[in-house]
DNA sequence: TGCATGTGCAACTCATTGGTTGCAGCTGAC
DNA sequence: GTCAGCTGCAACCAATGAGTTGCACATGCA
């Protein structure tokens, strides 16, 4: 993944900002993210054969990353995959480091200051 | 900020990514963290009047991210000054690349595949 | 000393979230 | 056509979170 655009990740819509760093706050989530990374797409039923959670619970947390933009789902035959569609984490990152630049520019100035 | 190492931090504490994203999910508290960075440290009481808010409000919103360690307080006389402690951002940041290049490798494992 | 200002703590309300159970509706295969 | 398996929807519960109000406590300064 490259860096994304400075300005235009900071002014990205902060509501996807919020349901992004919202739906990655969850560590079933991660987990789900992290399975559907490793092992490929998969149905909200296998998922949860590997958790201790039901399959509705799974599902509200597919749907949760799915709304956040982070998965996509398809039918096949009367199953559905979902499987990860990661360039949203781009806007994470993107205002990650948008923040981390400004830290280290304070720095920066502060050092001016203090040396 | 450099890339952190990647195996400790996809290691690293599923709390403190939990409360580290979970901080970051709520758009008050990314603006809260966005004008420490640019205007320095600060006490609840200012920060509350750029907001809507209450100073209690705000003083949740502080501690919410204190206990990420994002930010970290100082007593000065009678007030609370709250900074930004960006160490923790490299985290977020490392989960979210590692996961990236999960999904990179995948990505190129689909490309070989399919040529 | 007394007062204004700023912080700390507790209780309360309202909305959201994570999780469950139950049941109905499709769909593929025999 | 029928049946098993998978998905979809709704209701419900417990816990958490965001926000408020009210009041007590500490501190700097005239």
């Given at each position: 993944?490259?860096?994304?655009?400075?300005?235009?990740?900071?002014?990205?819509?902060?509501?996807?900002?919020?349901?992004?760093?919202?739906?990655?706050?969850?560590?079933?989530?991660?987990?789900?993210?992290?399975?559907?990374?490793?092992?490929?797409?998969?149905?909200?039923?296998?998922?949860?054969?590997?958790?201790?959670?039901?399959?509705?619970?799974?599902?509200?947390?597919l749907?949760?990353?799915?709304?956040?933009?982070?998965?996509?789902?398809e039918?096949?035959?009367?199953?559905?995959?979902?499987?990860?569609?990661?360039?949203?984490?781009?806007?994470?990152?993107?205002?990650?480091?948008?923040?981390?630049?400004?830290?280290?520019s304070?720095?920066?100035?502060?050092?001016?200051?203090?040396?």
């Open positions: 993944m490259t860096r994304p655009q400075s300005k235009a990740a900071r002014q990205a819509d902060s509501g996807a900002l919020d349901s992004m760093f919202g739906a990655l706050a969850d560590p079933t989530r991660r987990l789900l993210v992290e399975r559907l990374l490793l092992k490929g797409p998969a149905t909200a039923t296998v998922l949860a054969e590997t958790t201790p959670l039901t399959r509705q619970a799974v599902l509200k947390h749907q949760v990353l799915e709304a956040a933009g982070l998965l996509a789902h039918r096949v035959g009367r199953e559905v995959h979902y499987r990860v569609t990661p360039q949203p984490l781009a806007s994470a990152v993107g205002w990650i480091l948008d923040t981390a630049d400004q830290w280290d304070r720095i920066d100035r502060l050092r001016k200051l203090t040396q």
